[in-house]
Nanobody, 114 residues
Framework: VQLQASGGGLVQTGGSLRLSCVASGRFFRINVMGWYRQVPGKQRELVAT???????NYADSVKGRFTISRDNAKNTVYLQMSSLKPEDAAVYYC?????????WGQGTQVTVSS
C-alpha cells in the first residue's frame, strides 16, 4: 500500500487548508484511515481517524475545527482544517490500516503564520 499526501502549505492564523491522501496498491479494503502530525522533538500525535463506515475520532485540540472524511471508491482520505492556529503547524502524515498492517504516507508540511 502506498499513500500519497498533498495539500499542505503556508496559511495565516485563522485560515483553512485541505489535505488529501490517496492510497494505491494491492489491497482488498482499508479499515481505518487517519491523519497524524509531528513537530520536531515531539512524538507523532493523532489528529483524526475515520473508519470505512464513516465513524470518526478527533483529538481534543482539533475538535470543531478539523473535519476528516473519506471517499472509499477513490481510496482517499481528506482533512479539512479551519481556524488554523500556530500550534497546528507540523508535518501531517496520513495513515491507513489494512487488516493489522499500518501504512504511512510521506508527510506534508503545514505552516501557520501568526
Amino acid at each position: 500500500v502506498q499513500l500519497q499526501a498533498s495539500g499542505g502549505g503556508l496559511v495565516q492564523t485563522g485560515g483553512s487548508l485541505r489535505l488529501s491522501c490517496v492510497a494505491s496498491g494491492r489491497f482488498f479494503r482499508i479499515n481505518v484511515m487517519g491523519w497524524y502530525r509531528q513537530v520536531p522533538g515531539k512524538q507523532r500525535e493523532l489528529v483524526a481517524t475515520i473508519t470505512g463506515g464513516g465513524s470518526t475520532n478527533y483529538a481534543d485540540s482539533v475538535k470543531g475545527r478539523f473535519t476528516i472524511s473519506r471517499d472509499n471508491a477513490k481510496n482517499t482520505v481528506y482533512l479539512q482544517m479551519s481556524s488554523l492556529k500556530p500550534e497546528d503547524a507540523a508535518v501531517y502524515y496520513c495513515n491507513a490500516m489494512v487488516r493489522t498492517d499500518s501504512y504511512w504516507g510521506q508527510g506534508t508540511q503545514v505552516t501557520v503564520s501568526s
